[in-house]
């Protein structure tokens, strides 16, 4: 079936530089998509999310991309921090039948900054 | 913002046991809930999804007698892990949204489950 994925699994930045972390989608009727930081033994948190009206969104120190053409989302933070350090997963809202919805995560991504 | 809790946080159980986890919106009511689970190093894989008042949807190769799932009120909805093994021991997430609506869902803090 289709999926999401992610292709870099792990990532290291020094403090203060600028992170990227890719992802590619392939279910092309997605719609909205998020991107969750985890970090070890605790469950996801919310960073950022995007809907397929848009191309681009801001946050706090974060911006998603979404480009819909070659089905690739990616997470820039800027200015990667210690306590940025975590497991990032992107997911994808996917219609499971009717109004329902279910998320489908991909394979994460570990970030490591390095002070 | 909405809080999703789950409890507990961490439980050991013997083999052949079973133990239950909830999972509590606190601040909104819940239509929906989801079950994961998640192993050492890997991403989350969704095991069942919650519908108050209904019987809970299964994702293919999830067996619906190990992991029984109640969603009795819109607050409320609990995993139960029936006799269960060491391979069962995992990392389970539930999360939760507002409704049948394509938005953000909100997670619970997860349960590392080990038997022993």
């Known amino acids: 079936g289709e999926s999401v994925g992610l292709h870099l699994p792990t990532l290291s930045v020094q403090e203060g530089d600028n992170s990227i972390i890719n992802c590619a989608y392939s279910n092309s009727a997605s719609d909205y998509f998020i991107w969750y930081k985890q970090e070890s033994g605790k469950g996801p948190q919310f960073i950022i999310d995007i809907r397929s009206n848009m191309d681009k969104r801001q946050g706090q120190r974060v911006t998603v991309l979404l480009n819909k053409t070659v089905k690739h989302l990616s997470l820039q933070i800027a200015a990667t921090q210690p306590g940025d350090s975590a497991v990032y997963f992107c997911a994808e809202n996917t219609n499971s039948g009717g109004s329902n919805y279910k998320l489908t995560f991909g394979k994460g991504t570990l970030l490591t900054v390095n002070p | 913002g909405a809080v999703v809790s789950q409890h507990p946080s961490r439980v050991i159980c013997k083999s052949g046991t079973s133990v239950k986890i909830e999972c509590r919106s606190l601040d909104f009511q819940a239509t929906t809930m989801f079950w994961y689970r998640q192993f050492p190093k890997q991403s989350l894989m969704l095991m069942a999804t919650s519908n108050e008042g209904s019987k809970a949807t299964y994702e293919q190769g999830v067996e619906k007698d190990k992991f029984l799932i109640n969603h009795a009120s819109l607050t409320l909805s609990t995993l139960t892990v029936t006799s269960a093994h060491p391979e069962d021991s995992s990392f389970y997430i539930c999360?939760?949204?507002?409704?049948?609506?394509?938005?953000?869902?909100?997670f619970g803090q997860g349960t590392r489950l080990t038997v022993v």
């Open positions: 999360s939760a949204s507002r409704g049948n609506e394509n938005t953000e869902a909100f």
